[in-house]
């Protein structure tokens, strides 16, 4: 009802430009995921704290579908243990994707929209410890690259004919990073990201 709603609510000011810009904040909530450490021999779950970070997203449109670029960071904490060791490390992950996106109702000043992607994470970081709140690194892990598949929904709600605040829900399903050790086998994991931020149509 809602959406018939806004679509009643016809954009006096015609159709929108073609190029969008648009910054968000994010938050990452990341499935813990049962890798294999040593070959194979050791069960190890590993998992990532919910962290914050922000997006920087370009569309292009051809009527009403368009392609997306995006690039993410987001800083975190990864989390190892088993029933012979247990570890803490920081890690920053960078992403970029492409992806196809469909738009709704263009007209509206409530523009609900779809997407699906693909691209990749790239994820550094550093075994230490955190004491009284202070995290203190031990030793360099170096890079770690991950494909990724990326999917989601949101809407555009337009204040005016170039101005506008996004909101979107992301899914992330990925590998989890093993920073080239080839001793430790990542299992799949996916992140649930929840964001909001503005948008410049140009």
């Given amino acids: 009802m809602l959406l ?25 909530f990341t499935r813990p995921a049962l890798g294999l450490a040593n070959y194979g021999a050791i069960p ?41 060791v247990t570890w803490k490390m920081s890690l920053t992950r960078h992403e970029g994707t492409i992806s196809y996106v469909r738009r709704f109702f263009p007209y509206s000043r409530l523009n609900p929209y779809m997407s699906f992607g693909a691209g990749g994470f790239v994820t550094h ?20 690259g991950q494909f990724q598949m990326r999917g989601g929904v949101g809407f555009d709600l337009w204040r005016s004919r170039h101005f506008g605040v996004r909101t979107s829900y992301i899914v992330h399903w990925f590998r989890a990073p093993n920073f080239s ?22």
């Fill in 4 to 28: 018939n709603f806004c679509v009643a609510i016809a954009d006096d000011e015609g159709g929108r430009p073609s190029s969008e810009l648009s910054a968000s904040g994010i938050a990452q």
């Fill in 44 to 84: 190890t779950m590993q998992s990532s704290k919910d962290s914050y970070g922000g997006s920087v997203e370009y569309r292009h449109w051809f009527g009403n579908n368009g392609l997306e670029a995006t690039y993410s960071v987001v800083a975190s904490d990864a989390h190892f243990w088993s029933p012979v």
């Fill in 125 to 144: 970081g550093g075994l230490g410890w955190r004491q009284n709140g202070i995290w203190i690194p031990h030793d360099y892990l170096g890079v770690d």
């Fill in 181 to 202: 050790d080839a001793s430790y086998h990542a299992a799949r994991a996916f992140i649930a990201e929840p964001q909001i931020g503005f948008t410049w149509a140009f």
